[in-house]
């Protein structure tokens, strides 16, 4: 069948398979299932996991991905053969709508010869070899105090209510046979439990996003939700399946800078009356280098700020941070590259006049450490006059990275640099009390 696949004549294989080959092949989830929705092998550092964590975005596939477990570890498919399983979900609707009901469902999955029932009155599944999966809310912990399994189905963990209360009372219950596991599936959220279970040895984790189940996404959804959602911190992690988290010590928050971010239009660019392309030119070049920080921002006649490009890139030679600079400033016709010259000094001009000589360049200094010239930056975010003109993960991630003692990783904040030399040239240096002429 790959092999028909690849040669572009599936449809003829499929046309001529018979009736039972054909439901065979509907229901054969190694074979139809994606690598990321199998259950992860030895030979992947995952054989030896007791909870297979999997997050993902939304339609990415996890639904799909939980049941066929359950399925597989029914018929011992899976490891050891379970004869009573936990479904647990964040409330007793959940379980049915989704994982037995629903499309991706329990139900739904199993071909009819291996199709359970479902017991609603007694929120149960009873498959015809005997074995039994019990639903219950995880709003109600106490309801697993009790009840003892070997094998456990958790769905959208990170919006339990009652998390860590529901998770531990089944851990308890997970008593049952030589090797009791469960599963995880979930769209990420930054919770204690989540957070747990990531940094626990015994958690294998699968991660996917929306983009990787597109064949089996309606194509409005891709265009509308996923297109207006892209890079965003709600996209990340509801379309990506990251977990986006906030430093406590940072100057800036998630929920501060999705406040502040405006949709990408051609009348704000004409609305800004100076625009400036800063770069933080790193001190070498190579694949192990810092990057260059490369942003530009513009501000407009009320003095709000608006960042506008994030261009900043690793392992660039002189000429091409110097060139990527340059097209930046002329494609959106701005007034002045600033550049950090700490680094470098005479050699960035000299790079930036040998790409183009009538690029006015204007010469900044960094005199204090980082943290203090980022302050007034972020004081200016927090009175609102700063505006991120669409999504810059990478810029983001680095800004709410940021504390006291710098990025948590080490690294230099190049993009975060970058960000506050052109704020600062805009609306805090001293060209940023000097009249302004209107764009037009």
Known sequence: MNACWRAGKLPEALAALDAPTLDWLRHHWPLIG????????????????????????????????????????????????????????????????????????????????????????????????????????????????????????CDELAKWRYAQAAFDMLQFGLRLGTRPRQMVTTTPRPTALLRALLNDPRTAVTRMGTAENAAHLAPSFLDTVVGRYAGTRLG????????????????????????????PAPELLRQMERIVVAVDPPA??????????????????????????????????????????????????????????????????????????????????????KWLRAEPVAALYEQGRVRHVGPFPAL????????????????????LDALVWAVTALALGPRATAPRVRRV
């Open 396 to 415: 983001e991630d680095e800004m709410c990275d940021f504390g006291p003692d710098g990025l948590s990783n080490g690294r230099s904040p190049d993009r």
């Open 34 to 153: 994606r690598l990321g929705q199998q259950p992860p092998l030895a030979a992947q550092g995952g054989g030896d996991w007791l909870t297979w964590l999997m997050l993902g975005g939304r339609g990415a596939g996890k639904t799909r991905a939980g049941a066929e477990w359950v399925r597989a570890l029914i018929h011992g498919r899976a490891g050891p053969k379970a004869g009573r399983l936990a479904l647990v979900a964040e409330s007793l609707g959940d379980v049915r709508e989704v994982m037995v009901e629903g499309v991706s469902g329990l139900l739904a999955i199993h071909p009819s010869h291996e199709r359970p029932s479902w017991e609603p009155t007694r929120r149960r599944l009873v498959w015809p070899n005997g074995a039994v999966a019990q639903g219950f809310s995880a709003d109600d912990p106490e309801s697993l105090r009790g009840p003892q399994f070997d094998a456990a189905w």
């Open 284 to 369: 070498s070049s190579g694949k192990r280098a810092d990057a260059c920080g490369l942003v530009a921002a513009g501000i407009d006649a009320d003095g709000i700020v608006h960042v506008l490009a994030d261009e900043s890139a690793q392992g660039l030679s002189p000429n091409s941070w110097g060139g990527r600079a340059i097209g930046l400033f002329q494609r959106l016709e701005a007034d002045r590259v600033v550049v950090e010259v700490n680094q470098g000094g005479e050699m960035v001009k000299t790079i930036l006049a040998g790409l183009d000589p009538t690029v006015p360049v204007s010469e900044v200094r960094a005199t204090r450490g």
């Open 236 to 263: 990340r992690q509801e379309l990506e399946g990251e977990l986006i988290e906030d430093r406590a010590d940072a100057l800036w928050n998630r929920a501060g800078l999705e406040a502040a971010r405006l949709a």
